[in-house]
């Protein structure tokens, strides 16, 4: 069984940075990505990358802001949040996929975190 632990989340001013980790327990060698909700919205994709090649994808919302990467010896997905915008406020959850699709669906993600809040003020 695979258990995803997001950290990081937090209060910050527009304009700053943030770094969200995902530590996970067990092995999925597929795809992880980054989530997020906000309050009355639907969970929106924000990116995901391959576990094996590293290969990325990025929802045009956050592309050029946020960078996804990941520590396989550590088996922990980050995010790291630059130029943060009042719109990026939301709960951000990281997931795991058994397959290498990049989806950016949050239907083919078989494991899910508990979420971890970011808060951006203007």
């Known amino acids: 069984q695979v258990q995803l632990v997001e950290s990081g989340g937090g209060l910050v001013q527009a304009g700053g940075s943030l770094r969200l980790s995902c530590a996970a327990s067990?092995?999925?060698?597929?795809?992880r990505a980054w989530f997020r909700q906000s309050p009355g919205k639907l969970r929106e994709f924000v990116a995901a990358?391959?576990?094996?090649?590293?290969?990325?994808r990025y929802s045009d919302s956050v592309k050029g802001r946020f960078t996804i990467s990941k520590d396989n010896a550590k088996n922990t997905l980050y995010l790291q949040m630059n130029t943060l915008k009042p719109e990026d406020t939301a709960v951000y959850y990281c997931?795991?996929?058994?397959?290498?699709?990049?989806?950016?669906?949050?239907?083919?993600?078989?494991?899910w975190g508990q979420g971890t809040q970011v808060t951006v003020s203007s």
């Open positions: 997931s795991a996929s058994r397959n290498g699709f990049l989806s950016d669906s949050p239907a083919p993600y078989d494991y």
């Open positions: 067990g092995q999925i060698y597929g795809a």
């Open positions: 990358i391959t576990w094996t090649d590293g290969v990325i």
